[in-house]
């Protein structure tokens, strides 16, 4: 057997699309292994994944000192509803400072994908770290329990009126999302199949603490059709059905491809990865086939993916260990960019590729590096309404500053030594124009630190 030593390059690619960037130091430790070894310790990693947990017992003792929510009064209900907003944003936080300094890199890079494949939205902070973390814990699992645990969410539940689905009336939202946006798409499932799996669903929902429960009363148990099959169903068998179409493979597959690989599909790969994932639905085996294969590594699908918000000020914080010293400007800077954690534009996600970038959020992104980094001035003008006070804090001070402690002391302790040539390798892996490498070469840098900055503020380092 041959073993392949791994390029630099493709270690970088490997951690680009599992993770958010890498370091030096570990290029230089993962460099010359074999292939085989660098992604099978990804994986192994991902046995060290926790859940994200905020404290919230002090939360949970003034909620129900107020009394269940149907009976409270106008006061107590917005007094919840802060308390609520408040805290999401502290899990908002929380999620980044995990993405950050991740245990289990792929766990949370993979935690993030499914954000956007299953995506929901809730305003109980205590229903929407339950799901946070059913995504983590199903990441690279079984994607039929994956499924059905979703299907049994709180948040998901409430986001998609299922709540409201039952017997004699039933509510179609979730049952249609479930088909068109999570597991098949449009066009592989009739208008007859959403109603019948609607009344499969009847029933379903969740007591006052967030557990699943359902109501036999509210259920519809008559027989329904369901995608040629007949019978009493429930929701986890129509799940089932679901799953027995191989369009459901592709469809979940084809997400992969284009969030792991390349946004452009290669079909003879798509059909090669399905036929994989298909088996058993095994997402971790799939997973794994991807990144131990060799088109994975082929340049075609090195540095072509426009990073995401999240990526983007991720990878930097990768590089240069980064302190906000307001937290809440995260939550701007997020805002500024387009992709807020916990706060999906609609039920269909972030479209991701060329979407994020339009002429007001490209010209933020390359100012980012010197924002974070080099205590650069940046207009805030609002970019439409804000939660509470912070966007009146930014209407008082269109100019301000990005309040942040870059860790150089880290940064010089890895790459003080590093050649230019080396430099411009670990941060950029995309081809560089002929025009920037002019304007690179023509600029005088007096350190590594005013190069990172430099190397990060260029359109090179907006894809990865």
């Not at 690279?140 to 009336?169: C, H, P, T, W």
Request: proline share 3%; net charge positive.
């Amino acid at each position: 057997v041959i073993f392949y030593k791994m390029k630099q390059k493709h270690i970088q690619h490997l951690y680009n699309r599992a993770g958010f960037a890498v370091s030096y130091k570990k290029v230089i430790n993962l460099k010359d292994k074999p292939k085989i070894k660098v992604v099978n310790s990804l994986f192994a990693e991902a046995l060290k994944t926790q859940p994200l947990e905020l404290d919230l017992i002090a939360f949970k003792a003034f909620s129900e000192s107020l009394g269940p929510y149907s009976k409270m009064n106008r006061i107590n209900r917005q007094k919840l509803n802060k308390k609520n907003r408040e805290k999401i944003k502290d899990l908002n936080y929380a999620w980044i400072e995990r993405l950050v300094n991740p245990d289990a890199v792929l766990i949370e890079k993979m935690t993030l994908f499914w954000a956007n494949v299953f995506v929901c939205k809730d305003n109980n902070v205590a229903s929407i770290q339950h799901y946070n973390n059913t995504l983590r814990k199903f990441a690279l699992g079984d994607f039929k329990q994956f499924v059905k645990a979703i299907a049994k969410e709180a948040s998901m539940s409430k986001y998609l009126n299922n709540k409201q689905n039952v017997k004699k009336r039933p509510n179609e939202n979730f049952a249609r999302e479930l088909m068109e946006l999570f597991t098949l798409g449009i066009g592989h499932y009739t208008e007859q199949d959403v109603k019948e799996s609607a009344r499969a669903f009847t029933g379903w929902s969740n007591n006052r603490k967030g557990a699943f429960i359902s109501n036999p009363k509210k259920h519809d148990d008559g027989i329904k059709t369901f995608l040629g099959k007949t019978g009493n169903f429930d929701g986890d068998a129509i799940i089932d059905i679901i799953l027995e179409q191989k369009q459901c493979a592709k469809f979940i597959c084809e997400k992969l491809y284009r969030y792991f690989v390349n946004p452009i599909i290669n079909e003879a790969n798509l059909k090669e990865i399905t036929a994989v994932f298909y088996k058993d639905y095994d997402i971790q085996k799939v997973m794994y086939h991807i990144f131990k294969s060799k088109w994975f590594y082929d340049d075609q699908n090195i540095g072509i993916k426009i990073k995401s918000p999240l990526e983007l000020l991720l990878g930097i914080q990768t590089i240069i260990p980064i302190q906000f010293q307001k937290p809440q400007q995260l939550l701007y800077l997020q805002k500024m960019m387009g992709q807020i954690l916990l706060n999906p534009p609609n039920v269909a996600g972030w479209k991701g590729g060329k979407s994020w970038i339009d002429s007001n959020t490209l010209m933020f992104r390359l100012k980012l590096p010197s924002i974070l980094l080099n205590n650069a001035i940046i207009n805030l003008e609002s970019k439409g309404e804000f939660e509470d006070n912070f966007e009146n804090y930014y209407k008082k001070n269109k100019k301000n500053y990005i309040k942040t402690l870059p860790s150089w002391n880290d940064f010089e302790k890895e790459y003080a030594a590093v050649s230019i040539k080396e430099l411009k390798k670990i941060i950029l892996i995309s081809n560089i124009d002929k025009d920037t490498e002019a304007f690179l070469d023509n600029l005088k840098f007096n350190s590594n630190k005013d190069l990172c900055i430099q190397l990060m503020s260029i359109p090179e380092y907006q894809l990865c």
